[in-house]
């Protein structure tokens, strides 16, 4: 592993690099004028078909080229005479990866999201005292980190803790629902409107919200195809079964995406909502 990690780092010039090593590894011939089509989302060849273009004048150029040379810098060192050019100079000059190796810098990128890794475990352990202990407990049952933040916990030596009281009824179905989504589960379950004796709906969960404090889960209910059923989380009565023998129905893709014509959730505000469709 080279002495400096160039994938490490949140700045302009790392998304420069990653950009760079992602396309370097397809073998073909890239110019510098190529990423910064990809990093500005212009269509290829911009800088050469339209006259009014100048790459040089573009706002991170300086970036862009030190990243370019870190990272040729750091390949060459991995894998000496890697990096082939075109022969070209200016803008026309081009080069590519022709090293054996697939993923010669693995092992930066890996330590890189390793780290990234940490620093989130760090942060779940940290925010014991905002998330309910009840999310904590269910997504790191049997684990040392949970007996640690336990730990901490007790002696007051969690670092963020919040106020606020958090009361709302069944707010640690949020787990099982969000497993549900990801793992596109039908779940049976009763719950129970204002006014109304509970009644029973087997449901295709497909997305997660938070709106005024309060959880929803929003699906399909008894295999009517999108009509996008609104389930406050604390109404939910009784267990919560797992349904086997129905094929589990997801959302088109944006269906729950603010400000789309077909969209339930086009009119309510969209904090909190998370997407797992």
């Known amino acids: 592993m080279s002495a400096k990690n160039i994938f490490a780092g949140k700045g302009i010039k790392t998304t420069f690099v990653k950009i760079l090593y992602g396309e370097l590894m397809r073998r073909e011939y890239i110019t510098l004028a190529d990423i910064m089509c990809l990093k500005r989302r212009y269509p290829k060849g911009y800088y050469n078909n339209n ?9 991170f150029y300086g970036d862009l080229k030190k990243a370019s040379s870190e ?13 082939e050019d075109n022969g070209k100079t200016g803008k026309g000059k081009a080069f590519r990866y022709v ?18 890794i940490e620093d ?6 940290a925010s014991a005292g905002i998330l309910p202990m009840s999310w904590f407990s269910a997504y790191f049952e049997n ?6 933040t336990n730990r901490d916990v007790e002696i007051g030596a969690n670092q963020i803790c919040s106020s606020l009281e958090q009361n709302l009824t069944n707010i640690d179905l ?3 629902f969000y497993k ?9 379950f009763a719950y129970q409107r204002f006014g109304q004796e509970p009644f029973t709906l087997t449901f295709h969960p497909q997305f997660l919200k938070e709106y005024n404090g309060r959880w929803f889960v929003f699906g399909d209910a008894n295999r009517e195809p999108f009509k996008a059923y609104n389930v406050p989380l604390d109404r939910i009565v009784g267990d919560i079964c797992e349904v086997d023998d129905v094929a589990y129905i997801p959302a088109p893709k944006g269906f729950y995406l603010p400000n789309e014509r077909h969209c339930p959730l086009a009119n309510t505000a969209a904090s909190g909502m998370v997407k797992f469709a």
Request: proline share 6%; charged share 30%; glycine share 4%.
């Open 51 to 59: 006259p009014k273009a100048t790459l040089s004048r573009e706002m």
């Open 71 to 83: 990272l040729i810098k750091a390949l060459e060192q991995v894998c000496p005479g890697c990096i």
């Open 99 to 116: 090293g054996e190796k697939d993923d010669p810098l693995s092992a930066e990128r890996q330590a890189v999201e390793q780290k990234r």
């Open 120 to 125: 989130y475990v760090e942060f779940c352990k």
């Open 143 to 148: 684990t040392q980190l949970l007996l640690d």
């Open 174 to 176: 949020l787990p099982v």
């Open 180 to 188: 549900a989504i990801t793992d596109k589960q039908v779940l049976h």
